[in-house]
């Protein structure tokens, strides 16, 4: 079962900032961050496992809340290179361990 | 950095006919995985492969497709005869252990089918 992220476009100027968000209505063992380019394979983010962590990516940073089955992403500070669409993938506890991806949230960052 | 490689990077196709993407894992990894993504659309599972056999498949991956690792390096997917519906973007990935590990995409092969 797919996660649902929200919200489905963000428009920003540069230096605003912005938070994505992923759930799932299964438990989850870990959620990925990829943000795609039109036309480009998707490039690997981050990855949280279960335990309530949180990472940092420069000024891109996640959270994963293990009991409400949800992750964000927030991007602080936008610039215009973080445009693309932002997919989450989870995996969940006691499956097969392959990520299952939402529709993805579009980001376009203005100057 | 080591990364995924694929080739085609784009092929297009008569309808009916056998294509073959190829993939090169990442040389230490130990799970691959072949995705789909049609245009505009989420990126969806279509076959994982360990050990020398599927470990897991989804409803799309019907009697079309086939995957296989024909030596060491090389991992293939099959699609005997091309649908204009199977036309997308086609990922590998792979990944030294699911669960905690990153799973790398490679650049993807665009397939037309006419």
């Known amino acids: 079962q797919q996660p649902v992220q929200s919200p489905q476009a963000v428009i920003l100027r540069e230096g605003e900032d912005a938070v994505i968000n992923c759930s799932s209505s299964?438990?989850?063992?870990?959620v990925h961050w990829y943000r795609q380019k039109h036309g480009e394979a998707p490039v690997f983010l981050m990855i949280?496992?279960?335990?309530?962590e949180q990472k940092g990516h420069e000024k891109i940073s996640a959270s994963f809340n293990e009991k409400k089955q949800q992750s964000s992403l927030y991007l602080t500070a936008s610039q215009l290179s973080y445009s693309g669409t932002y997919f989450c993938?989870?995996?969940?506890?006691?499956?097969?361990?392959?990520?299952?991806f939402g529709r993805g949230t579009s980001l376009i960052v203005h100057p | 950095e080591p990364e995924v490689t694929q080739t085609p990077s784009h092929q297009v196709t008569q309808m009916g006919q056998e294509v073959i993407l190829r993939c090169v894992p990442i040389?230490?990894?130990?799970?691959f995985y072949w995705y789909r993504q049609i245009l505009g659309q989420k990126v969806e599972f279509l076959v994982s492969?360990?050990?020398?056999?599927?470990?897991?498949k989804s409803e799309i991956f019907d009697d079309q497709f086939s995957v296989e690792r024909p030596d060491g390096s090389n991992f293939t997917l099959k699609i005997r005869s091309t649908k204009l519906e199977d036309s997308a973007m086609y990922f590998c990935?792979?990944?030294?252990?699911?669960?905690?590990?990153?799973?790398?995409f490679g650049p993807g092969t665009r397939l037309t089918v006419l």
């Open positions: 993938g989870t995996e969940r506890t006691g499956g097969s361990y392959i990520p299952t």
């Open positions: 492969f360990y050990n020398n056999e599927i470990s897991e």
């Open positions: 299964k438990a989850l063992y870990s």
């Open positions: 949280l496992l279960k335990g309530g």
């Open positions: 990935a792979s990944r030294q252990r699911p669960g905690t590990d990153t799973q790398y």
């Open positions: 040389s230490n990894h130990l799970y």
